[in-house]
């Protein structure tokens, strides 16, 4: 089973440039959701989805923008990158009930200059 | 509104020796407790849940939990250290109610010493 698959692996961006980061699940998770791993603060949420067509803001989510027109795709989109930005993204996706936890993908390390 | 902390951001242990790892949580309403393990460069891997059934809750790699509702606390707990178990490893909470995404800590590096 390939889980959660998130592309591509590494990226460097030049300050300015958009990007769209990949997050695709073959479970059938209705629930999906992006977060940053910075150093010292754990994961932080971004944007999530509680099915197709509906998205809503995390903690952290200036500068990103989301959709989600399918329950397997959950892209996320970098409008103008900034060197805060620099930072290791997850994708997860799980089930309607929050008792079972999330899977997470490998993650996307971007950096931004 | 939820949140967990995390004390200590590196531990550090002899191989055999006791694992402990701390986390308190904060939460308006019964919470859903995780602890994941990030290995390096890696996602994030379930290591074990609290669902409000058994309060020890047993996860993998011979690793449990605690609930304590007393003391909000639900630390991790492991026997006999391995070297395989060197990792950085996050406490999470999630509610049934409201947005019902993981909040996480800030994370605990865990050390594992020949």
């Known amino acids: 089973n390939a889980g959660v698959t998130q592309t591509p692996k590494f990226q460097v961006l030049k300050t300015g440039q958009s990007m769209t980061l990949q997050c695709a699940q073959d479970m059938n998770h209705e629930y999906m959701s992006w977060y940053r791993q910075d150093p010292g603060m754990g994961l932080r949420l971004i944007h999530y989805s509680v099915g197709a067509g509906i998205t809503d803001q995390g903690e952290v989510p200036n500068g990103y923008n989301v959709s989600r027109s399918t329950t397997e795709d959950f892209p996320l989109r970098l409008l103008s990158a900034a060197p805060s930005q620099t930072s290791v993204y997850f994708c997860?996706?799980?089930?309607?009930?929050?008792?079972?936890?999330?899977?997470f993908g490998q993650g996307t390390r971007l950096t931004v200059v | 509104a939820q949140s967990v902390t995390q004390l200590g951001s590196h531990v550090s242990v002899s191989e055999g020796a006791l694992v402990l790892l701390r986390c308190n949580y904060s939460s308006s309403v019964p919470p859903y407790l995780f602890w994941y393990v990030q290995y390096p460069n890696q996602g994030l891997q379930l290591l074990l849940k609290?669902?409000?059934?058994?309060?020890l809750v047993k996860g993998i790699n011979g690793f449990e939990a605690e609930f304590k509702k007393s003391e909000t606390s639900f630390h991790l707990t492991k026997p006999s250290a391995h070297m395989s178990d060197a990792a950085e490893y996050f406490c999470a909470v999630s509610a049934n109610t409201g947005r019902r995404a993981l909040t996480f800590g800030s994370g605990t590096r865990l050390q594992v010493q020949p």
């Open positions: 609290y669902t409000s059934a058994a309060t």
């Open positions: 997860a996706s799980s089930y309607s009930s929050p008792r079972e936890g999330a899977f």
